[in-house]
């Protein structure tokens, strides 16, 4: 897995400097992983190839977010589970898994995991708590805005309003901290 991560990263090291060549190669590999990972979360062949799509699409979006310091594969499959999470929500489809497979969902190391949750959560708290529990029901929990704003008793754009600048005020904190590092 560490020789496919060290390619996966060359080619779309080489992909944002501007390598065409390089970044057909990366997609054409993202390809066949995420038919892969897809098809063993999901019965449905067609429904896995639109998320492929979706999943590259997305990718080729958002390549400029890729933190170049950091591993890409964990990158990709942050982005693959959010088009995956997004599809079942859709759908209101619930994930099942063959027993055999079972051993894969299991064995996976929630290290990372745990530590973006404890960062996640150190973040939030630098926000007022309405904001805070808009952020976290909307943007984690996957209610709708609506939802949201009946459980707390504000409107749905008070809602709206409060997660937009709890998330600019995220990102501006994120970008003085990243300013920061580089000095």
Known sequence: MLAAEAQLKALMLSAL???AA??????AALGELLRRYYARRLADAASAEDLVQETLIAVHTRRATYDTSLPFTPWLYAV????????????RVRATVALDDAG???????????????????????????????IRQVKIE????????????RSEIAVRVGIHRGLKALSD???EGRTREDR
């Open 22 to 27: 390089a970044y057909r190669a990366l997609l």
């Open 17 to 19: 400097a501007g390598d």
């Open 104 to 134: 894969e969902l299991f064995a996976e190391d929630e290290s990372e995991a745990a530590l973006a949750r404890r960062d996640l959560d150190r973040l939030l708290e630098t926000l007022p708590a309405t904001t805070r529990e808009a």
């Open 173 to 175: 904190r994120l970008r």
């Open 142 to 153: 996957g209610l709708s805005t609506a939802e949201a704003a009946e459980r707390s008793g």
């Open 80 to 91: 693959a589970r959010y088009k995956l999470l997004d599809h079942l929500r859709r759908g």
